[in-house]
């Protein structure tokens, strides 16, 4: 009896040291976060709710003395869209208490009124002096607005791309009209920059116009012209924004087009190496041809070369340098990067 006695007697002891540490970290809240404007509760160890600031109240609809001494997943989060009742074992909110671990994302909160709206959520256990689970802080915001603005972003995106889509189809079907009668070689060569142009906009456009891969990039603007050759590419992973994207692919088409016409993809045994590596915000990026005929530079330079070092240096926001050493064409480029790319 003795035993039981303490035991008992053990356990209100800890009892009250929990709830006066959870009173003073609700006094602590309340004095902070009294005037933010990011939703806040603060649980218990059962998951009932003993806080909630006035931006809470604004958030759900209810009072804090609505959700006070109530789990809040039996107040807002109970439902699923379809009515079907929400176990709270499946919620990712009220995970954060058993597995000692902050979970963020996005859930459907339930309005007053049976509706339900979306909001962005992070919770995080409290733990005690000896690193013990004592209770879950919840931080939630109405991400209503941000989902209408991302869907309408979504619908002018997709009308924007099928827009170019066509466009650039167009443009095609006018070259191909137009050019009829003209040099086949023009023609073909023009033909492939608008394929090249159309290619990188497609892997664009699947992407939602985000930075793309550079070494897919690569891999796509080269594969239709070195079946059969030997092509190394080295280089760290980056990510290049949309504008230096494009500049990128139709350069690796023209230099791809040039080498199997007079360069190194000409012959069965010759091969290419692209490698690039990053400097602070630049991209060093270099194209060299081995093993095909021997080089001789040009003593003019045609529109692929002019292109290449005048106008994509200027898209990169960069320079671009061709070299023409007997044993094969060598291409530098140096491209500004923003640091998020890398």
């Known amino acids: 009896m003795i035993r039981e006695v303490v035991e008992r007697s053990w356990a209100h002891i800890e009892r009250v040291r929990v709830e006066r540490t959870l009173r003073e970290t609700s006094r602590r809240l309340n004095a902070i976060l009294s005037n933010t404007r990011e939703a806040v509760f603060l649980m218990d160890e059962q998951q009932i709710c003993i806080y909630a600031n006035i931006a809470a109240e604004q958030l759900t609809g209810y009072s804090f003395e609505d959700m006070r001494g109530r789990p809040l997943h039996d107040v807002v989060h109970h439902k699923k869209p379809d009515g079907s009742h929400y176990p709270i074992e499946e919620c990712p909110i009220d995970r954060a208490f058993p597995e000692r671990a902050q979970t963020t994302g996005e859930e459907l909160f339930v309005a007053p009124d049976g509706t339900f709206y979306p909001v962005g959520f992070t919770a995080s256990p409290v733990l005690d002096d000896d690193g013990n689970p004592i209770g879950t802080v919840i931080e939630a915001r109405n991400i209503a607005e941000e ?9 002018l995106i997709d009308e924007l791309n099928h827009r170019a889509k066509n466009l650039l189809a167009i443009v095609q079907g006018i070259v ?17 920059r608008l394929m090249a142009l159309a290619a990188a906009h497609s892997l664009l456009t699947k992407k939602n116009w985000e930075p793309a891969p550079l070494r897919q990039l690569v891999n796509d603007a080269i594969a239709p012209h070195v079946a059969g050759h030997v092509i190394s590419i080295e280089g760290p992973e980056l990510m290049l924004p949309s504008k230096t994207a494009i ?6 088409h023209e230099l791809a087009t040039n080498a199997v016409k007079y360069g190194s993809l000409s012959v069965p045994d010759g091969r290419v190496e692209v490698q690039w590596e990053v400097d602070g915000d630049d991209l060093n990026f270099q194209w060299q041809e081995f093993a095909g005929p021997e080089v001789v530079a040009p003593t003019k330079r045609g529109f692929g070369s002019k292109m290449l070092e005048r106008g994509l240096a200027a898209e990169l926001d960069g320079s671009v340098r061709i070299e023409f050493p007997p044993e094969g064409v060598i291409c530098k480029m140096r491209a500004s990067i923003p640091k998020t790319a890398i």
Do not use: C, N, W, Y
């Not at 989902?147 to 619908?155: A, D, G, I, N, W």
């Not at 500049?247 to 690796?252: K, P, R, T």
């Open 147 to 155: 989902k209408r603005f991302q869907e309408h972003q979504v619908l």
């Open 247 to 252: 500049s990128m692919v139709l350069a690796m």
């Open 176 to 192: 191909a009209q137009t050019m009829t009668s003209s040099d086949p070689e023009i023609r073909k060569a023009l033909e492939g």
